[in-house]
């Protein structure tokens, strides 16, 4: 299976930070890799998709980046709707994979 | 507007079984393949089987195979999630989510998810 290694696992940031999520893979998934966003109760948010593309409908403020098999999740100036888990998740071959998750909190 | 909507929370003996529905609307339910996924406490998610709403093929996570149902009522746009043989650890949320368009893994519309327990 291949591994999705998140990092770090909480961060404390105040708004208008910037953050940045680290999402390792331990083989080769091209850019086939997702980010999310979860708020406890809700439903998870489908951020970013093939490393880089932004779903409809989402802030310009995230931006995804690919370097071989690490990936980076960046927030500009967080917002307060942002206080959340970001997950990344693999998908190109089973079993679909995430990251353990990075829960940002207000400082 | 698409909305996944999921049966209400269990709680279960181990040894038990627990079926776990998502009703699907707002789009062309055949359309799209759905996912199981869940998430147990202080844990992340993990993906545990896909299904293919127009003719039920279904592939499942190694770790659940013979021991997790997943099935569609495409008259009611409903998929189920059924676990066997419950064991402790099986105390999760249990999300359904939607197929992004044709690419399968991918996720744009998801359930809130039902809790399901484990307890004796």
């Known amino acids: 299976d291949v591994q999705m290694t998140q990092s770090p696992a909480s961060l404390s940031a105040s708004m208008g930070d910037r953050v940045t999520i680290t999402c390792r893979a331990s083989e080769g998934v091209d850019r086939w890799l997702a980010w999310y966003q979860h708020k406890p109760g809700e439903a998870p948010k489908l951020l970013i998709y093939?490393?880089?593309i932004l779903e409809s409908g989402v802030p310009s403020r995230f931006s995804g980046t690919v370097s071989g098999t690490e990936f980076t999740l960046t927030i500009t100036s967080l917002q307060p709707g942002d206080f959340a888990t970001y997950y990344c998740q693999q998908y190109i071959r089973f079993p679909w994979t995430f990251g353990q998750g990075t829960q940002v909190e207000t400082k | 507007q698409v909305h996944l909507e999921q049966s209400e929370p269990e709680v279960k003996p181990p040894g038990a079984s627990v079926k776990v529905s998502c009703k699907a609307s707002?789009?062309?339910?055949?359309?799209?393949?759905v996912s199981w996924v869940r998430q147990a406490p202080g844990q992340g998610p993990e993906w545990m089987a896909w299904?293919?709403?127009?003719?039920?093929?279904?592939n499942y996570a190694r770790k659940f195979r013979g021991r997790v149902i997943v099935t569609v009522e495409a008259s009611t746009s409903t998929v189920y999630l059924e676990v066997l043989s419950l064991k402790f650890d099986d105390t999760a949320t249990y999300f359904c989510?939607?197929?992004?368009?044709?690419?399968?893994?991918?996720?744009?519309?998801w359930g809130r998810g039902t809790l399901v327990t484990v307890s004796s």
């Open positions: 707002g789009y062309t339910f055949t359309d799209y393949g």
């Open positions: 093939k490393a880089s």
């Open positions: 989510a939607r197929d992004q368009s044709m690419v399968r893994g991918l996720w744009d519309y």
């Open positions: 299904i293919t709403t127009h003719n039920g093929d279904t």
